[in-house]
Every structure is written in C-alpha cells, then in structure tokens.
C-alpha cells in the first residue's frame, strides 16, 4: 500500500498568513494526488485534483504542486472560513489512501 | 444540483450486520464510479471502498480492513449505492461517507454521512 504522510498535524496561523502543508507519498505517484478540506461536523470537500489543478468554485487563493512523491498545498493569504483540517489523497493505486490531516488553526 | 444522502446507521452489536444506503440525485448516476470513506471519531479518513459502473463490470475493490466482510453493491434503476456491512467489530464505528468519482479521477461530491455504532 501506498502511505501518504503529512507534515505538519496541527498549525497556527493568523488571517493573512501564507500556510504551505506538505505530503509526501512512500512511493511514485505521479501527480495523482488530490486534497481536500473538512470542517468539524462536515464532509469533506475537494480542493484540488491532479496535484494542482483546482475544483470549479474553489477560491484561486489556494494551490497545489509537486510530482511524484512530494507535494504541497498553499494558502496564499489565510481567510477566517480556511480554518479546518486539510487531507491529501493518493488515488494512483489501491488501495486509495489519505493522509492523516493537518488541522489549522486560529493563531 | 448534485446530492449524496445516507442513510442505515445506527447502533448494532458486534458481530452484527448492518446496510447503508447512499441515495443520489442531480447526475448521472449510472455513470460513474462510487466510494464509500468512512471517519472514526477524532480520527482522519480512510477510504473504504469503490464500485465502478456498468461499462466496467461493476467491479469492486475494497480496503483490506474489510475486505471479506464488507460487500459494495448498487442499483442504478435506483440511483442508489449500498454498502452491506457483515460481522461488524468495535473499530468499524465511524460516519460512513460515499462519495461519487468524478471526471477527473478524484471524490468530488460527498453525502453529509451516517453514523456506525459498534458496540455491546
């Protein structure tokens, strides 16, 4: 199988704030790799497909990069409603696994 | 509008059975690949899951956790998609999630999720 591990698990961060979450996949993955958003009692929400290419609706404040077995997602400028937990996903190969999350929060 | 929407959790005993229904409306159903992701509680995701579609053979792959005891179906005269849980321990109680897959490979609409409680 392949893992996905984030870095960090947890961040503090002020309205404004650049935020860059790192993912990194325990083998190649091409760019198959997205990442999604959830906020405490809801589903999650797809960012990203494709290691950077962003959902229709989603704000161009977020990005995503990286091939192969690093990646990152990058909140340019950090708004009050970006405050949740963040999950990359491989889906190159099955199993399809996540990565353990990175919660943000309000510093 | 796209709409995923659960329904059949709730409370069983392990070693028990249960079945999920997800109900979706505002695509095309039949085309598509669906997942079912499931979320202890305070824990991250862990995908469950897939079947594929018609064209596909309705072919089915599973997370090793429970593979042998979880089977996916569907129904696309119903648009719905089911999950049928067998032998059910303590570490499956989480909310169960399906979501369908997208043209670009990736789970881009989601259900609100039902709770799975495993215990005595």
């Known amino acids: 199988d392949i893992q996905m591990t984030q870095s960090p698990s947890s961040l503090s961060a002020s309205v404004g704030d650049r935020v860059t979450i790192t993912c990194r996949a325990s083998q190649g993955i091409s760019n198959c790799l997205a990442w999604f958003q959830q906020k405490p009692g809801k589903a999650p929400k797809s960012l990203i497909y494709a290691a950077s290419s962003l959902q229709s609706g989603v704000p161009s404040r977020f990005s995503g990069s990286g091939s192969g077995t690093d990646f990152t997602l990058t909140i340019s400028s950090l708004q009050p409603e970006d405050f949740a937990t963040y999950y990359c996903q491989q889906y190159k190969s099955y199993p399809l696994t996540f990565g353990g999350g990175t919660k943000v929060e309000i510093k | 509008e796209v709409q995923l929407v659960e329904s059949g959790g709730g409370l069983v005993q392990p070693g028990g059975s249960l079945r999920l229904s997800c109900a979706a409306s505002?695509?095309?159903?039949?085309?598509?690949?669906m997942d079912w992701v499931r979320q202890a509680p305070g824990k991250g995701l862990e995908w469950v899951g897939r079947t594929r579609n018609k064209p596909n053979s309705y072919t089915t792959e599973y997370a090793a956790s429970v593979k042998g005891r979880f089977t996916i179906s569907r129904d696309d005269s119903r648009n719905s998609l089911y999950l049928h849980m067998n032998s059910l321990k303590t570490e499956d109680t989480a909310v169960y999630y399906c979501a369908r897959r997208g043209g670009n490979y990736v789970l881009d609409y989601w259900g609100q999720g039902t709770l799975v409680t495993v215990s005595s």
């Open positions: 505002g695509f095309t159903f039949s085309d598509h690949y």
